[in-house]
């Protein structure tokens, strides 16, 4: 962050401001840039949504979402400066004509922007045309775009060519917040830093790995989308498929964007596809029901506000999947993410294999593997099992599990730990790409996942049910167990 140039400073224009994603975020994650001195002091932040608002009522709802959402005590003299940096247009995003109103209100502002497509994907396209028609586009623009992209790879196509008749690839940021974790970064620090790990990463030394994202959330109102996008498009062809190719990818030549997107899209396009024939074998579907969670009573995915009691949607997935390449061939990645589980709780667990042969018998009849667990959240982190004498003068030698553990709110007491969109946003501002998504990742991910939710829908077979408070149907621990292998909880 030290090394940021004023002169790539832009005026950021929210489309989309009033909604949850602005008020939660985007908006917390600017004036943590603005407390931290990193963005240039002449910047504007342009908020267009379609609500009727005078700029003093914009003013009084950011700074309520700001006093909401920002962990911290709020710094006065930081808010007042930030406070002299809004600017409110309301604008409906589907009439072409009303974006005349938006140019006038940028004309005073800098030449360059970032424009923040906080809004449904459907309507990315017409906000493109609307831009492109009052002439609001140059080459130095930037464009930022929510993930998931669409419901398949063929809507995904339709919308990313759309935008790409208005802006260049350079140009485009498609953002997945997991990629601004710091324990996701890490990644790279922790592969291709050290040693231990670079040169035993690969099938000769680890057994299996396991990815978990788990929500103990519900879908908090949001039936309407979530009932037609469901945990596979929302989470595993959004979020884990993005740490699954970090995870698995070739060292890349640098650090460049374009260095790091190349490995990982060569993992994606590694992965086993999953069909009708194996899905079966491969995955499980789970739909919560009514249970309890930290004692309290919740209601099932069909009991939810405004829900379709005959919703085949899955709020739970889990997956076993291969990559065929020359490093993975024969390690199983087992995937799980859902809603209403026991705990918000997300973590990577490298399972090693076990020592061929044990010379501490008489003290541990089986050697347990050696594990290596990054804790993406709620405690960031990495912590690696390993087995350890347990101290004394007896003479028979005793060994135990051990932990050597990083804790980042440990080892790094004094230092804050940066939000994703923080992060994100900070390199968007500096035209950075590397860790944003680019097209061709986006595609690949859409077509694996796509298989799937074929093999789903030719199979015709209804979601498992389980609890809420649970860690999903019973079928997931069958399909792990099969392997003689079972879920880290």
């Known amino acids: 962050m030290e090394n940021f140039d004023y002169q790539s400073a832009s005026e950021i224009v929210i489309f989309g401001a009033l909604g949850d994603l602005s008020r939660r975020k985007l908006l917390p994650a600017l004036y943590q840039l603005d407390l931290a001195g990193l963005l240039n002091p ?13 700029p003093e009522e914009f003013e009084a709802l950011v700074l309520e979402n700001l006093h909401t959402f920002v962990k911290e005590s709020l710094d006065q003299e930081t808010i007042e400066r930030f406070k002299a940096r809004l600017v409110y247009q309301t604008l409906d995003f589907k009439q072409i004509d009303a974006y005349e109103n938006l140019s006038e209100t940028l004309a005073n502002g800098h030449d360059t922007r970032v424009y923040y497509f906080s809004t449904p994907p459907d309507i990315y396209g017409d906000i493109g045309s609307g831009l492109n028609a009052a002439n609001l586009i140059c080459s130095k623009d930037r464009v930022v775009m929510e993930k998931p992209i669409g419901h398949c790879l063929a809507s995904s196509i339709v919308i990313n060519d759309h935008v790409s008749k208005y802006f260049a690839e350079s140009q485009i940021y498609r953002i997945d917040h997991y990629l601004g974790k710091e324990t996701v970064l890490n990644l790279l620090v922790l592969r291709f830093a050290n040693s231990l790990f ?9 057994d299996h790995v396991q990815i978990t994202v788990a929500e103990s959330v519900g879908i908090e109102g949001r039936w309407g989308f979530y009932d037609e996008a469901g945990q596979m498009r929302d ?5 884990l498929l993005q740490i699954l190719s970090l995870l698995a990818m070739e060292p890349p ?30 995955t499980v579907r789970g739909q919560y029901t009514d249970g309890f969670l930290n004692g309290i009573a919740v209601p099932g995915y069909l009991n939810e506000e405004d829900s379709n009691e005959n919703s085949n949607t899955e709020t739970f997935v889990a997956i076993k999947t291969e990559i065929d390449n020359w490093r993975w061939k024969g390690v199983p990645f087992y995937l799980r993410t859902g809603k209403r589980m026991p705990a918000k709780h997300s973590e ?12 501490f018998k008489d003290s541990y009849a089986d050697l347990p593997s050696n594990k290596l667990t990054i804790r993406l959240q709620p405690d960031e982190g990495v912590e690696l099992e390993m087995m350890n004498k347990i101290p004394g003068i007896a003479s028979q030698m005793k060994i135990h599990e051990n932990k050597l553990d990083l804790s980042f709110s440990k080892t790094y007491k004094n230092t804050r730990v940066v939000e994703a969109y923080e992060r994100l946003m900070l390199e968007v501002i500096n035209g950075n790409q590397s860790l944003f998504v680019r097209r061709d990742e986006v595609e690949a991910a859409w077509k694996w996942a796509d298989g799937i939710i074929e093999a789903w829908e030719d199979t015709n077979e209804a979601p498992k049910p389980y609890p809420a408070g649970s860690w999903g149907p019973v079928s997931s621990i069958a399909l792990i167990a099969r392997d003689d292998r079972q879920w880290v909880e």
Do not use: Y
């Open 42 to 54: 002449a910047s504007r932040i342009v908020g267009v949504a379609r609500q009727e608002h005078t």
């Open 198 to 206: 670079t040169n035993n990463w690969d099938r000769n030394c680890i």
């Open 235 to 239: 989470m595993i062809q959004n979020h």
């Open 253 to 282: 030549a640098d650090l460049g964007a374009d260095s790091i997107r190349d490995e990982k899209l060569k993992v994606l396009r590694a992965l086993v596809p999953i069909t009708r024939f194996n899905v079966k074998d491969k």
């Open 348 to 359: 990577i667990v490298i399972h090693f294999k076990q020592q061929p042969h044990n010379i």
